[in-house]
């Protein structure tokens, strides 16, 4: 293995040194750290809480760890409006990826870091579950976030794409409405919460 791989390698085991060498991170709060810690552990992660507390950050610090320390990778984040996709989520993810103490590589527009053909992480939004069908690579993350807001039909969709065992499932939120399907994902126990 070449020094790079095993750099990579390094950084890929260990999210908090990437965010920490890469990303330039140097404090994440306790709740972030959960949320960290069970997206490396568990398929399926969700995250409930209130505003202001750093969900949007931590997403952002994953999706690029996720997406830089695997070679292939695919991250796919939504939210309920294309105004969130752009402003919340992608705007969060364009400072760390400006800021990152070395340049990451690939290209970054407003909502997709292109790192090549099959290399890539992109931000949605659709009312049509079948945009989120045949995204398939070695790796695949999804994020939903403002997850409340998402519509039943794109989760059914998105566990369709997060399917080998290393593949993640991300959603963030705030669980204010009692019939969302956040809400019930929040109490089913499939998740890790």
Not at 101 to 110: D, M, Q, R
Not at 184 to 193: F, I, L, M, Q, R
Request: with cysteine; charged share 20%; aromatic share 10%.
């Amino acid at each position: 293995m070449s020094d790079a791989e095993l750099a990579v390698a390094r950084l890929r085991a260990d999210p908090f040194l990437f965010f920490r060498e890469v990303l330039g991170i140097g404090v994440v709060t306790p709740d972030q750290t959960r949320v960290v810690e069970s997206v490396v552990a568990n398929r399926r992660t969700a995250a409930p809480s209130g505003h202001g507390v750093g969900k949007t950050m931590i997403a952002a610090a994953i999706l690029l760890w996720f997406l830089f320390t695997r070679f292939g990778a695919k991250v796919i984040t939504t939210a309920p409006t294309w105004f969130q996709v752009e402003t919340l989520l992608w705007r969060e993810v364009a400072r760390l990826y400006a800021g990152a103490l070395a340049p990451l590589g690939g290209k970054l527009t407003t909502t997709q870091i292109d790192l090549g053909a099959e290399w890539f992480a992109v931000g949605l939004s659709t009312d049509e579950p079948t945009r989120f069908q045949g995204i398939h690579a070695p790796s695949v993350l999804v994020i939903f976030d403002e997850a409340t807001g998402v519509e039943p039909g794109i989760w059914d969709s998105s566990e369709g794409v997060a399917v080998s065992p290393d593949d993640r499932f991300l959603a963030l939120g705030n669980p204010t409405d009692p019939t969302s399907r956040f809400r019930e994902v929040c109490e089913s126990g499939a998740w890790n919460v």
